[in-house]
Structure formats: structure tokens, C-alpha cells
């Protein structure tokens, strides 16, 4: 029976990998992601070292600082444009604007200009940078349509960013070993462009969307994408979590530097050795995500990932060793790669598709500040009291949250299954199938238990139409003009001709055996099939067989799963 789990479990992983290749757009976007971060990995670490050589420990936590900052107060301010249209495009311009200003960076590096025009450069780029993973990560729930898929999209993209992470610095460090930043810096600027063609001519079909008369001031946009995340208690829980991970992160791309080099002796070349170290953990960890993932316990393996994100940084202040260093910080990779699998799949999954990209900016935007504030607080406590116990302080903090939030997303997850159980059942009426996950998760949350005795009426002939519904279990007979016409399941929706052509209903519905229901309101009904091309299509062929087939005056019963 193990061996059979096991078997099956491998085989949920495979296919996730195969979903995401035979999906063209969906495969251009996860290669496009990837170019993207092999470029900022790789760049981070010969930045980092320009820094160190330039001014020391010091430098390298103000490049920190000056990185990110911008695009923390920028990022939430113009992730409202990917939530206005098609967010390829935003892709795009984003990759274009990042290379050209890395490009510009090598150029100062090569002919030995001021170091500080390489800096302005640097925080010049991030700010595009960071509005990437935004306009990316609200992209994928359009180009998916189940909770499934879209994990298997997460942990696609979790194996990516793990590879990067390993592929950027590796590049780094054998470049910076052989050559100078500069050649870091031409390769970074030309893997962005890569990543821009890749998406450049994306196809799929988005959601309509009418444009309003008047859109809202861009900053009173971006305040909605902040009131969103605040006012659900599960994503300020997640987003809190991720701020602690990304401080330790912070406080990692100094570690890295000046472990490598004042605790360990490894040379310039080191930072980039231990950095790859950690990415090869990550590319571990998400080969094991795309297992572990499949169980749905989203929320423990990402409390387990914030845990083990920060104790081995921890255990290098105690163990300072090249070798342990080197496994240590693999661990941290594996973690990262529960993080980014089980984080983003959760927050994908309780946001609004219309403030999603929003959402994301503020995730973005929390990362930006805490990472710049993590490099500072490691720069300051390693001024204070010296490597070791700058280490054991930051590497506590992820494994102390984590262990504190453990039964709230434990509750969170069952939340969660009981929602996967509601979009099953809409996923079997076939005008709800080709809806994008974001689209048919709003359903889902929607949706309001009706209980109808044996014999009792659903709705009557001729009445106004005012809800859709979906039977959960038992069975309905439609009757019309007095005759049964068809007999409807647990599976089977009814009641959209009503609604969709504004009428009354054109047949009574009475529950064969006790009715449990699903209903939607008339106006989440209508703008969720309306509102997508092929699912109108779909609504529109279902109501002319339907029609065609139901004829109340027939002598026979037609077998027609319609009732309205």
C-alpha cells in the first residue's frame, strides 16, 4: 500500500510538470519567469560584491537597502496596471526596463565609472523587478482552472526559481572567477530580454472586462489592493509569515558575503559558492514540493517551511564550517521551495481576481522593505556583536512564528478542502468547466445551501427567475404543463434559461427525494458565464439543445437536464 502511495504520489508530480509543458502559454510564461531570475540571482551576487569592494560589510547592507526601498514605496503604487488588462504586457515592459538598466550597469562597470551610478542603476532596476512577480503570479490562476492545476503550476515555478537561484549564482561565480562583474552584469541584462520575447506574443483568453467611464485614481487602486490583503484574516497571517522569511532573506545576502569571506575564507568566489549551495536545496525541494503538494496540506508545509527557512542560518552561527554551511544552507533552499509552492498557491487562491495583481504588489512591496531591512539589521548586529550571534538572532525568528501560527493555517487547509469540494461540484455542469480558477473560486464562495423536502418546489413555471442552482444530492423531476420532461442528478445545474434570457421560468422543478443545493445569485451567475467567452458559448449551445429537446406539449418526455 506504501509503495502504491508512493507510486501515485510520483505520478501526481509528473503530471504536474506535463500539464504545465502542454499548455503553450502556460509553459512560455514558467520559461519567461525562469530567464527572468537567472538574471536577477546572478546580478544580486556581483552586485553584492561591486558593493563589498567598493565600501564593506557597510556597502553591501546599504545596496541592500537602496534596492529595495524604491520598489517597495513603487511597486504597490503601479501594480494596479496588471489588474487594467492583459498582464503579459506588463511582463514585457517590465523585462525590457530591467535589462536596458543592467545593461547601463555593466557599461559603468566596465570603464570604471563611480560606483554610486552603478547603485542608482540597481535601485532603478528593481523597481520594475519586483512588479514582475505581481502581474506573473496573478497571471497564472487566468492560464489555469483548477486548484490543482494551479499548485502544479506553483510548484513548476517553485523548480524554476530553485534552478535559478542555483543557475544565477553558479554563472556568477564561475564568471566572477574567470572575468569581473561587468560580464555578470551583460549576461544578466541579456537573459531579461530573453525572458520579454518569451511572453511578447503570449496567447490565451482572458476574461471579458468592460472598461469603466472613469477609472479611480491610480493610488486609490493600489489602496484597494492593501485593503484587500488587510481585511481577510488569512492573508495578513500568510503575509506575515512571508515577511519574516524575507527579512531572514535580507539578512541573508550579507551573511553570505561576509560569512564567506571573513568567516569561512572562502574568498570572493565564496559568496556565490554558498549561495548556489542553496539553490541547489531549492531544486531538491521542489522536486519533493511536487509531491508533498499534491496532499493539500498547503498551509502546514508552508508553516514547516518558514520554520526551516530560519534554523539553519541559525546553526551556522553555531557549526561555522564550510561544509556544514554549505548543507545548511541546501536545507534553507528546500524550504524556500515549500514556501514559494504552498505560499503562492494559497494567496492565488483566497484573493479576488480583480485585485490580485494588487495583492501580489503588496506582497512584493513587504518583501522589498523587509529585505532591505533585514540586510541593515544583519549589517548592525554583526557591527555589534559580531557574526555568530548576528546568525543564531536572525535564524531564530522564521522557526519562532512559524511553530506560533501552526493551528491557524492548519485551519486554514481545511477551509480550503471544503472550497475544492464546492468547484468540484460546479466543475460538472459544463457552462462552469472552462472557467479560469479565479472566476469559478468567486462561484464557489458564493454559493448558499437550499434544502427542499420530498415533493417540495424549487421554483414553479412562470415564476421570476432570481438563482441558479446545482444539486449536491438527490434527484428533481422537470415538469412542464403538467408532464415530466426530465430528471435531474447530483451533478446537474438548472435554472439558467431565466436568467440569461431574462424570462420567466419555463418549467417547474420539484424534488424527486430530498434536495440538497447549491444556488447562485442571479447576478454572480450571469456576470461569471457572461463574463467569459468560451463559457457563454458553452451556456448558449447547453440553452438551444435544451430548448430544442423540451417541448412541454410532447407527448413523450424528452430527456432535458433544464428546468427553468
Not at 514582475?132 to 486548484?147: D, I
Not at 480558477?437 to 462561484?443: D, F, G, H, N, V
Amino acid at each position: 500500500m506504501v509503495l502504491l502511495g508512493s507510486r501515485a504520489r510520483l505520478a501526481e508530480a509528473g503530471l504536474a510538470f506535463a500539464t504545465t509543458w502542454r499548455n503553450v502559454s502556460l509553459r512560455r510564461a514558467q520559461l519567461s519567469f525562469f530567464a527572468m531570475w537567472v538574471a536577477e540571482s546572478a546580478f544580486s551576487v556581483a552586485l553584492s560584491i561591486v558593493a563589498y569592494n567598493a565600501g564593506g560589510t557597510l556597502a553591501v547592507g546599504v545596496v541592500g537597502l537602496i534596492t529595495f526601498l524604491p520598489s517597495a514605496v513603487l511597486t504597490p503604487l503601479l501594480s494596479p496596471f496588471a489588474d487594467r488588462g492583459r498582464r503579459e504586457r506588463v511582463l514585457v515592459i517590465v523585462e525590457v526596463l530591467r535589462g536596458t538598466a543592467i545593461a547601463a550597469a555593466a557599461v559603468v562597470v566596465a570603464l570604471a565609472g563611480p560606483v554610486w551610478i552603478v547603485f542608482v542603476l540597481a535601485a532603478a532596476s528593481a523597481v520594475p523587478a519586483t512588479l514582475y512577480r505581481p502581474a506573473h503570479s496573478a497571471l497564472l490562476p487566468t492560464l489555469c482552472r483548477t486548484g490543482r492545476e494551479l499548485a502544479s503550476a506553483n510548484v513548476v515555478r517553485g523548480l524554476l526559481d530553485s534552478t535559478a537561484s542555483l543557475v544565477g549564482p553558479l554563472i556568477a561565480a564561475v564568471l566572477l572567477a574567470v572575468s569581473d562583474a561587468a560580464v555578470v552584469f551583460a549576461v544578466a541584462s541579456a537573459s531579461a530580454f530573453v525572458a520579454a520575447l518569451l511572453v511578447v506574443a503570449l496567447r490565451y483568453e482572458a476574461p471579458l472586462a468592460e472598461a469603466p467611464a472613469r477609472r479611480p485614481a491610480l493610488l486609490r487602486e493600489a489602496l484597494e489592493g492593501l485593503a484587500a490583503a488587510w481585511q481577510s484574516r488569512d492573508l495578513r497571517l500568510i503575509l506575515s509569515l512571508v515577511a519574516a522569511q524575507t527579512l531572514t532573506r535580507g539578512a541573508l545576502t550579507v551573511f553570505s558575503v561576509v560569512v564567506a569571506i571573513q568567516l569561512l575564507h572562502m574568498g570572493d568566489s565564496g559568496a556565490g559558492s554558498l549561495m548556489a549551495a542553496l539553490g541547489a536545496g531549492a531544486v531538491i525541494g521542489s522536486l519533493a514540493a511536487s509531491i508533498l503538494v499534491s496532499t493539500w496540506r498547503l498551509g502546514a508545509w508552508f508553516a514547516i517551511g518558514v520554520g526551516v527557512w530560519g534554523l539553519p542560518i541559525a546553526l551556522i552561527g553555531v557549526f561555522p564550517e564550510q561544509a556544514a554551511a554549505l548543507v545548511l544552507l541546501a536545507f534553507v533552499g528546500v524550504a524556500n521551495a515549500l514556501i514559494d509552492a504552498a505560499g503562492f498557491t494559497l494567496i492565488g487562491r483566497l484573493t479576488p481576481d480583480a485585485v490580485m495583481a494588487r495583492v501580489f504588489g503588496v506582497l512584493e512591496s513587504l518583501v522589498a522593505v523587509t529585505i532591505g531591512i533585514g540586510s541593515i539589521l544583519a549589517s548592525a548586529l554583526i557591527e555589534w556583536f559580531g557574526i555568530q550571534p548576528a546568525l543564531i538572532v536572525i535564524g531564530l525568528i522564521c522557526p519562532t512564528l512559524a511553530v506560533a501560527s501552526w493551528w491557524r493555517l492548519r485551519r486554514l487547509d481545511r477551509s480550503v478542502e471544503a472550497l475544492d469540494h464546492e468547484i468540484g461540484l460546479l466543475k460538472r455542469v459544463p457552462m462552469f468547466d472552462p472557467l479560469p480558477l479565479p472566476a469559478i473560486e468567486q462561484l464557489a464562495r458564493s454559493l448558499e445551501p437550499v434544502a427542499v423536502p420530498e415533493g417540495g418546489t424549487v421554483f414553479a413555471q412562470g415564476d421570476i427567475g432570481d438563482r441558479y442552482y446545482v444539486i449536491e444530492a438527490g434527484a428533481a423531476d422537470v415538469v412542464g404543463d403538467g408532464r415530466i420532461v426530465a430528471t435531474l442528478e447530483t451533478g446537474d445545474g438548472f435554472g439558467e434559461i431565466a436568467l440569461l434570457r431574462r424570462s420567466h421560468r419555463t418549467a417547474t422543478v420539484r424534488a424527486r427525494t430530498a434536495l440538497r443545493l447549491r444556488a447562485l445569485s442571479a447576478e454572480r451567475f450571469t456576470t461569471a458565464v457572461l463574463g467569459y467567452t468560451p463559457s457563454s458559448r458553452a451556456a448558449d449551445a447547453g440553452m438551444d439543445g435544451a430548448l430544442e429537446r423540451y417541448t412541454p406539449d410532447a407527448a413523450d418526455a424528452p430527456d432535458a437536464p433544464e428546468g427553468s
